[in-house]
């Protein structure tokens, strides 16, 4: 008789696949399923993706404490998307397509920067000072993940309330807000606190009628509840 095809055991092995089956990356497992991204991640035919994927142990170290806070705080599901997508980046890139001072684009559009030498491959972020690739190369059907045994942090998370605008062009509209509503005093100052930033862009999107209903003091109360969403202690 002639030889027959073997018969397929089970899906191909994709990124949420890779994932999920391995240990070491459970906490990170969590924080997919809590941003709904599963399904996203688990396509055969996606376009490729490269995760640089936090081994449960990053989420303990220093540098993720506030990145933790959002990941164990209702309501924050569209933070802890945002920050899964720093960790993202476009196309399958194997470690040897990795070069010293090589800066490559996360899906939320900041940079990461890739430093290469003997011990290793480092990454950083504007506040990350060091997040070593551990194991490389771990192909699927949808793209490559590394794990890496830092939490990257964007650039967002450590901006102070006090001179927001002056910190960070282009947020004027929030930094004016701020101050009219007066949140940033509701906040203790020995409490370390982490604000997502809307741009001006974002404001402007929420179209005149929008801004002057916020700029408005008589809807002052209403303007804290929506800035204090955006503020985790």
Do not use: C
């Not at 920067?113 to 699927?140: K, R």
Request: aromatic share 6%; proline share 6%; net charge negative.
């Amino acid at each position: 008789t002639a030889p027959t095809e073997p018969v397929p055991t089970g899906a191909p092995e994709t990124i949420g696949s890779l994932i999920a089956n391995d240990e070491d990356l459970s906490t990170l497992e969590s924080i997919i399923e809590e941003a709904g991204l599963v399904d996203a991640l688990s396509n055969p035919l996606a376009n490729p993706l490269t995760v640089f994927a936090p081994v449960n142990a990053a989420f303990a170290s220093e540098n993720s404490t506030v990145a933790t806070r959002v990941f164990t705080k209702e309501g924050y599901e569209a933070h802890r998307e945002y920050l899964v997508f720093f960790h993202m980046v476009m196309g399958s890139v194997l470690s040897t397509d990795l070069t010293d001072g090589m800066n490559v684009a996360s899906l939320i559009g900041e940079i990461i920067t890739v430093s290469v030498s003997d011990a290793g491959v480092v990454l950083t972020s504007p506040n990350t000072e060091g997040s070593m690739v551990i194991v490389a190369d771990l192909e699927s059907a949808n793209g490559v993940v590394h794990k890496v045994d830092g939490v990257l942090l964007p650039a967002y998370w450590t901006i102070p309330i006090t001179g927001l605008a002056d910190t960070l062009s282009g947020y004027s509209i929030l930094a004016e807000l701020f101050e009219n509503s007066g949140v940033g005093g509701l906040i203790p100052p020995d409490i370390e606190a982490t604000i997502f930033v809307p741009n001006d862009a974002a404001f402007v999107a929420l179209g005149q009628d929008t801004l002057d209903f916020l700029r408005d003091p008589q809807n002052k109360q209403q303007l804290i509840e929506i800035l204090t969403n955006h503020v985790v202690l």
